[in-house]
């Protein structure tokens, strides 16, 4: 797992908070990308530009920060790149709460 303080730093915005409770269920959240897999592969930066409702490059900001924190991954295919949750580092941050360590 990262330093705990990035993944917390990551979380201290409401928008990086919803692109993570999005990311969680995909196909609830986005409309199907033609020969993607939402769940597995991930979802487009241009959808979720889309649904926030802000600017490519404060949204692309905040995807690198939860990149950076580890909490998302990024897959690039061709000239888009694709981004899903990093569940095993979220059950860690979970798991590093209950502990208390």
Known sequence: MNNPLDIFKALANESRIQILEWLKKPEAHFSPQEGIDLVEVGVCVSQITSKMNMNQ?????????????????????????????????????????????
């Open 57 to 101: 490059s404060t949204v692309s900001q905040y995807l690198s920060i939860l990149h950076r924190a580890g909490l998302i991954n990024a897959k690039r295919i061709g000239k888009w790149t694709y981004y899903k949750r990093n569940e095993d580092v979220i059950n860690q941050i979970g798991l590093y709460l209950q502990k208390g360590e």
